[in-house]
């Protein structure tokens, strides 16, 4: 008879992170009720090498020195918007697949358009391609 270890007790997860693992988890989920359990565990595989390695970069410092932004000047939550303004999605539509509100999705859109010097949506996608944020 084999003895599994009890999981350790998880440890507090940085605030900003909980969305992104939120929306993972959901995405897991959705695959788990579509009968695609192999894709559900990809998903949570991915998520975990995601974790270990904000993990080591915390653990390096780079965190803390960096914090939640990149060159750009974009956070973590813009650069995960970003992508989809090259697509036809709505605002409320780019809030439902990354698991936030329309609103939050239009903030952090007006937001982008401030950081890159733009006013709309097709000149945002052409500075994000000229500066290296998103591929041609």
């Known amino acids: 008879m084999t003895t599994e270890s009890a999981p350790a007790a998880p440890r507090a997860m940085p605030p900003e992170l909980v969305p992104d693992v939120r929306a993972w988890i959901g995405r897991a989920l959705a695959s788990i009720d579509h009968g695609e359990p ?26 803390s020195h960096r914090g939640d ?6 956070t973590r939550a813009e650069r ?6 090259r697509t036809h999605l709505t605002l409320a539509q780019i809030g439902e697949q990354l698991f936030v509100s329309r609103n939050t999705v239009s903030t952090q859109t007006a ?25 041609d």
């Open 38 to 63: 192999q894709a559900a565990r990809a998903m949570l595989m991915e998520l975990e090498q995601s974790l270990d390695r904000t993990t080591r970069d915390a653990a390096h410092g780079a965190a």
């Open 69 to 74: 932004r990149d060159r750009s000047g974009l």
């Open 80 to 85: 995960r918007v970003l992508p989809f303004l």
């Open 111 to 135: 937001s982008i358009y401030r950081k890159l010097g733009v006013g709309a949506r097709a000149a945002a996608v052409e500075e994000a391609i000229r500066c290296g944020l998103l591929p």
